[in-house]
């Protein structure tokens, strides 16, 4: 089983910037569509961003303009650069497939304070 694994997160102020990490134990990368994925306790995980095999990308309204996903196949990695973060932005962030389908890491936390 391919096992995932998030980092990159922390404190930051509003208007700050992060990059997230997504390192797979195995190739999917190349042949998956990825997703950075966010959640906040006692609410439902929700999509951020997306990238496809071919490179094109999506984002969520709510990051759009702020966030850009992008992927290193060599690395079996996926990044989620966060810019311009808002307290609203603060949940732990996970990666997998689109549709999930791999067990969720650990995620990694980003708490951005006012």
């Known amino acids: 089983q391919v096992r995932l694994v998030e980092s990159g997160g922390g404190l930051v102020q509003a208007g700050g910037s992060l990059t997230l990490s997504c390192t797979a134990s195995?190739?999917?990368?190349?042949?998956?569509?990825m997703g950075w994925y966010r959640q906040v306790l006692g609410k439902q995980r929700e999509l951020v961003a997306r990238?496809?095999?071919?490179?094109?990308?999506n984002c969520a309204d709510s990051v759009k303009g702020r966030f850009t996903i992008s992927r290193d196949n060599a690395k079996n990695t996926v990044y989620l650069q966060m810019n311009n973060l808002k307290p609203e932005d603060t949940a732990v962030y996970y990666c997998?497939?689109?549709?999930?389908?791999?067990?969720w890491g650990r995620g990694t936390q980003v708490t951005v304070s006012s």
């Open positions: 997998n497939t689109l549709p999930w389908r791999l067990d």
């Open positions: 195995g190739n999917i990368f190349s042949s998956n569509i």
């Open positions: 990238i496809i095999s071919g490179g094109n990308t």
